[in-house]
């Protein structure tokens, strides 16, 4: 298994545009989480899944961002618009148990 | 609510000396506490866990309830030591309520 796979990478986009971030998480994890990583707050979850299903999406910081898991092996966060305050690494983590497997983030520049 | 501290932002030792990253944390329960790692450019990756107290890399950390610690330590630090260190709690053995501190950047210079 290749891991948790995230795409882009890198992302650089202007204010005000759709921004999309995709996940795989690794096959038989039942839990998917989103996070986002900057210098002045370190990690903040945004949103987990369990069984596909949203079970606490508290995290997410306002009405521009939404996340979904269409199956087990799929799942987006989504800005719209997009913010220069929205600039951070978002990273997705699978689990099947305690530990988190994370994927290598997307960087995502606003500009 | 539960929370974990670890008071330095950024950690600078030198290669062969001994370094300690610092955790707290505040819950009255039992918690489950890890450490994870990133290394530049990569990904977040589980370092250490307390329930295995095993030594991974040559750290370990050691659940301190009366102190509400869990420190992480290495007697020599190494150059390729150098990367974010993130301690997480969990209250229910489950990831989805793992709560991380605000990471500490170790620099092991040469």
């Known amino acids: 298994d290749a891991g948790v796979i995230q795409s882009p990478r890198h992302e650089v986009t202007e204010m005000g545009q759709e921004v999309t971030l995709r996940c795989k998480p690794i096959s038989g994890h039942n839990s998917l989480f989103w996070y986002r990583q900057t210098m002045m707050r370190g990690l903040e979850l945004l949103i987990y899944f369990n069984n596909n299903v949203p079970i606490d999406d508290s995290g997410m910081p306002e009405d521009r961002f939404s996340a979904k898991m269409p199956n087990a092996s799929f799942s987006t966060l989504k800005i719209q618009p997009s913010e220069p305050r929205d600039s951070a690494v978002y990273f997705c983590?699978?689990?099947?148990?305690?530990?988190?497997?994370f994927g290598q983030g997307t960087r995502l520049t606003v500009v | 609510a539960q929370r974990v501290t670890q008071p330095e932002k950024l950690l600078s030792v030198f290669k062969g000396a001994p370094v300690e990253l610092k955790c707290n944390y505040s819950?009255?329960?039992?918690?489950?506490l890890f450490w994870y790692v990133q290394y530049s450019r990569q990904r977040l990756q589980l370092l250490l866990r307390?329930?295995s107290r095993e030594s991974i890399k040559g750290f370990t950390a050691d659940l301190n309830k009366g102190e509400t610690s869990f420190h992480l330590k290495k007697p020599f630090a190494q150059e390729e030591d150098s990367a974010m260190y993130y301690c997480a709690l969990s209250l229910s053995g489950s990831a989805r309520q793992l709560t991380f501190g605000s990471g500490t950047q170790l620099t092991v210079l040469p």
């Open positions: 983590a699978s689990s099947i148990g305690t530990a988190l497997l």
């Open positions: 819950y009255s329960g039992s918690p489950e």
């Open positions: 307390h329930i």
